[in-house]
């Protein structure tokens, strides 16, 4: 069973910098598309951020300019910079990575369990 490790939450103040880490096992053959998502309380899990193997990044609008996504193919890592955090930023973020486990597979989704960040006014 894949796991994806995440690290970084946490609690900070409005205006403060997060950077969430998203790992996955080295043993696997490659990953294409990762990205963060966010659920808060009552609301529906919203994409973030992605990135593809290659870079090319997409970010939802409320984020852009704040966030930043990048990737270390190397280390199957995937991160999250977020600056100027707002309280509504509030949420717990998972990463997502479509992984190939083989050479011969097809592309599996996989989530992170899960990081809380909270963005205190």
């Known amino acids: 069973q894949v796991q994806l490790v995440e690290s970084g939450g946490g609690l900070v103040q409005a205006g403060g910098s997060l950077r969430l880490s998203c790992a996955a096992p080295?043993?696997?053959?490659?990953?294409?598309?990762m990205g963060w998502y966010r659920q808060a309380p009552g609301k529906q899990r919203e994409l973030v951020a992605s990135?593809?193997?290659?870079?090319?990044?997409n970010y939802v609008d409320s984020v852009k300019g704040r966030f930043f996504i990048s990737r270390d193919n190397a280390k199957n890592t995937v991160y999250l910079q977020m600056n100027s955090l707002k309280p509504e930023d509030t949420a717990v973020y998972y990463c997502?990575?479509?992984?190939?486990?083989?050479?011969?597979?097809?592309?599996?989704?996989?989530w992170g369990q899960g990081t809380q960040v909270t963005v205190s006014s």
């Open positions: 997502k990575a479509e992984i190939i486990l083989t050479r011969w597979s097809r592309s599996t989704t996989y």
């Open positions: 080295g043993s696997v053959f490659g990953i294409n598309d």
């Open positions: 990135t593809t193997y290659t870079s090319n990044t």
